[in-house]
């Protein structure tokens, strides 16, 4: 029990399943003590998952082009068209890519890429099309609401035809990208040509009914309120209250290297761990929360496994977007396994739907399998970027 009884009852009724207002959560990311947070968000992990498993994923993020009309503000990533860095990937190459993470045991992959000019709808069935053709035991969990309004804008379709055709395609869920702050006064600092928040909940809520679910992700530490942080949670919440559509909630932290932002604000460890606490509180009707260790760290993301997450992510055999702008942390199979053992919980390998594949009951249980790492291509590594070819297998 804390001096406050407000805070204590609200903390009490979130820890047992009750819904919290936006102000409620407010007042508990602001002033509730760390432990009592950490407290009852894990509860609310344990009703929901009384076996103790953490899931994680291997899965390879393949990007097939960085050139983009949007520019966001915070992103090191893209280039403007016709800049001399900029660069595509062929099909063939991104089926290359697709077929060693499938000989690294990945289960999915998550293409992405920026707004190119010329990239309509086609362009994205005919990318689907293939990857599913080659690797039909790979689920596409890819693009987000963005680059679905961008390619139907290219196009001139609405939403809805652009949804249909890709899902039929071959895409099976789309990834929580480019939520980064919904509300429109952080969102315009940072992205000023982006799509407004709520498009970007417009598209979901399409693809939702459609039967095409989703992830949900939140980029902080640019510079919004807290106020603006509980808001963009409210957001996601009531849009989850008309579809189901969102899997998982997964925050993340803005990384300040090589773009214009030039990381003038950052989210702090306390912070972010405070937000995935009260997100696990507020979000009675999202089932999974995910830390990102990419950007705070394997220790944070490890803490966090106490503070009501119950899935570590992926391994990501490749990633070069969020790495292009300083997120240096790698992993492994070994790593993320030891991670959740020690921590307490057992291991397991999920698939994009949260699937266990594989539960580790005992360290006897635990794969081993080195080649299993991540890896970036990334500008902010000597030798990176200008879309370098990443063999991540010998080559037969
Ligand atoms: S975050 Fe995405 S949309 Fe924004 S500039 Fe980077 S690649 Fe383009």
Redesign the pocket.
């Known amino acids: 029990m804390t001096a406050n009884r407000e805070i204590d009852s609200i903390v009490q009724r979130a820890a047992d399943g009750g819904r919290i207002s936006s102000e409620e959560a407010l007042l508990l990311y602001t002033d509730a003590p760390f432990h009592a947070l950490g407290e009852a968000a894990d509860a609310v992990r344990r009703r929901r998952y009384p076996d103790g498993v953490v899931t994680y994923l291997i899965d390879r993020n393949i990007n097939y082009t960085?050139v983009?009309?949007?520019?966001?503000k915070?992103?090191a990533?893209?280039r403007a068209p016709k800049h001399s860095e900029g660069w595509t990937h062929d099909t063939a190459e991104i089926l290359r890519r697709c077929g060693e993470a499938v000989e690294l045991g990945a289960t999915q992959v998550m293409l992405q890429?920026?707004?190119h000019p010329e990239y309509g709808v086609d362009y994205y069935e005919t990318l689907f099309a293939s990857v599913k053709q080659a690797y039909p035991q790979l689920m596409i969990h890819s693009i987000g609401p963005?680059e679905i309004l961008h390619m139907a804008k290219v196009s001139g379709v609405s939403i809805e035809e652009a949804v249909v055709r890709i899902k039929a395609a071959g895409l099976d869920s789309i990834a929580g990208?480019?939520a980064?702050m919904l509300p429109d006064r952080p969102r315009k600092a940072i992205?000023p040509l982006?799509e407004s928040g709520a498009r970007w909940l417009e598209a979901m809520e399409v693809a939702h009914r459609h039967g095409v679910e989703s992830t949900a992700t939140m980029m902080m530490g640019t510079g919004e309120t807290n106020a603006e942080r509980i808001e963009h949670l409210t957001m996601i919440r009531d849009v989850q209250d008309r579809t189901g559509g969102f899997r998982a909630f997964i925050p993340w932290t803005y990384q300040p290297e090589n773009n214009h932002l030039k990381g003038r604000t950052q989210a702090t460890s306390l912070e972010y761990l405070r937000l995935i606490a009260v997100a696990r509180l507020f979000f009675d009707n999202v089932a999974h929360l995910q830390a990102s260790w990419l950007t705070t760290g394997k220790d944070v993301g490890q803490v966090a496994l106490h503070m009501g997450v119950d899935d570590l992510g992926s391994i990501m055999l490749e990633e070069n977007?969020i790495s292009s702008a300083g997120a240096k942390h790698r992993s492994n199979l070994h790593d993320l396994i030891q991670l959740i053992r020690t921590a307490g919980r057992i291991p397991a390998q999920r698939d994009t739907l949260y699937r266990h594949l594989r539960v580790h009951w005992t360290p006897e249980d635990d794969p081993t399998d080195d080649r299993v790492t991540s890896h970036f291509s990334s500008i902010a590594i000597e030798g990176g970027g200008v879309g370098r070819q990443l063999p991540l297998v010998e080559a037969r």
């Open positions: 960085n983009c009309v949007t520019a966001c915070f992103c990533f893209y890429g920026g707004h963005s990208a480019g980064e992205a982006k977007v």
